[in-house]
């Protein structure tokens, strides 16, 4: 017998967790409007848009800029399944969880993971970080800008110099400072970075933004071992969205999300958002000061986007 429900109603929460975090209401109400199907016109004029406004919050002039269908991990196995290669070197500089996580995909693909460790919530200076790299000589460097678990902030510019010195790409994990916090991608000398739409960037979860520097592209197009994952194979991505050739049925609601999130950011302008997220993060922390508290990372070392106060 047919049965009537009734429509959902979810509550409506405060989201101050690492995210998901609230969604901007311009956001929702562009996820009301009528989709188009993967392969539409309209589909590919707003992948266009979202592309020049991803390298605009990336702060990168690469041509290549796409969202994979999926959370961030799913543009965190895409940089890793893409450029780490079976047999090779591919170096982890590890200080919390999603820097183990990156260790564990490389390891799944085939990779020699070699790691440099630190305590969770400390950050690598620059000089361990050469010697590391020059030490393992690696063929990938992979860090993490942006490290949820602890809150900490990861200067990337010596490791990507050495790692560059070695002739090593890098790859950089900025799914909590995309929106929020100085990125860089091109000043910094990354040349993969990948986020997600969850967090800094106000949209719901499902799409993880991702940049590929021409050095990449250039290493991969020249790889001959086959890319082990058919779904995130970037070849193949870039096939889709630069030829409209078709790979996999991505969501025009997810993509009108994002075009809005990003539109957002724009209209503030970077630098007001980050100083924006900078000084509420100083009143949560001298918030959490007055209270006889302390926070888990040094100062000089914290994210604004994430705050990791210890508990007594």
Known sequence: ????????????????????????????????????????????????????????????????????????????????????????????????????????????????????????????????????IRRVEPAVVAYVQAETSTGAYQQGQAICEAAHEAGALTIADCVTSLGGMPVLVDETGIDIAYSCTQKGLSCPPGLSPLTVSPRAWERLRKRTAQVASFYLDLRLLESYYRDRKY??????????????????????GLENRWERHRRNHQAFVAGIEALGLRMHVAEAHRLWTLNTPRVP
Not at 103 to 122: D, M, Q, T, Y
Not at 254 to 264: F, I, Q, S
């Open 1 to 132: 017998m047919p049965e009537q429900l009734p429509p959902l109603r979810p509550p409506a929460r405060l989201l101050l967790g690492p995210g998901p975090s609230m969604v901007a209401p311009r956001v929702y109400e562009a996820m009301r409007h009528p989709i188009v199907g993967h392969l539409d016109p309209y589909f590919f004029e707003v992948a266009e848009e979202v592309r020049q406004l991803l390298g605009y919050v990336f702060s990168t002039r690469n041509e290549f800029n796409i969202t994979v269908s999926g959370t961030g991990t799913s543009g965190m196995e895409a940089a890793v399944a893409n450029f780490a290669e079976p047999g090779k070197t591919f170096a982890v500089c590890a200080n919390g969880y999603f820097a183990d996580r990156i260790s564990e995909i490389a390891r799944r693909h085939g990779a020699h993971v070699a790691r440099l460790e630190k305590a969770w919530g400390e950050v690598f200076d620059g000089q361990e970080a050469r010697d590391f």
């Open 247 to 268: 790979h996999h049925t991505a969501s025009a609601t997810m993509l009108y999300a994002l075009r809005e999130g990003l539109a957002l950011i724009r209209e503030e």
